[in-house]
């Protein structure tokens, strides 16, 4: 099992930055995948980007470009820069851990990220 604890969220203007740190209790290292997922009001909760033990990434295509998923493996975090932000991008950012292929995905609690003028 894992614990996941997300910070970094808040409200940002349109253009600007944030990067979001998701802790786990446990070494990270050997974990398949973590990612971040978001979900807006009134949407379905959608995979925003993600990377897997040996360092390959996956992207939302409406992310690409302007978010970075990065591990730490020595301080058990992953983190997610957000640049070039849009109002779209409001939501609940969760993070999100596979053990394995065939394992239970873990989640944090969310933190809430605003676009807003």
Not at 8 to 28: D, E, K
Not at 44 to 58: C, D, K, M, Y
Not at 88 to 100: F, I
Request: hydrophobic content about 30%; aromatic content about 10%; glycine content about 12%.
């Amino acid at each position: 099992q894992v614990q996941l604890v997300e910070s970094g969220g808040g409200l940002v203007q349109p253009g600007g930055s944030l990067r979001l740190s998701c802790a786990a209790s446990r070494s990270i290292s050997s974990i398949y995948s973590m990612g971040w997922h978001r979900q807006a009001p009134g949407k379905q909760r959608e995979l925003v980007a993600r990377i897997f033990s040996g360092g390959h990434t996956n992207y939302a295509d409406s992310v690409k470009g302007r978010f970075t998923i990065s591990r730490d493996n020595a301080k058990n975090t992953v983190s997610l820069q957000m640049n070039s932000l849009k109002p779209e991008d409001t939501a609940v950012y969760y993070c999100q851990a596979k053990l394995g292929f065939f394992a239970d995905d873990y989640w944090g609690q969310g933190t809430q990220v605003t676009v807003s003028s």
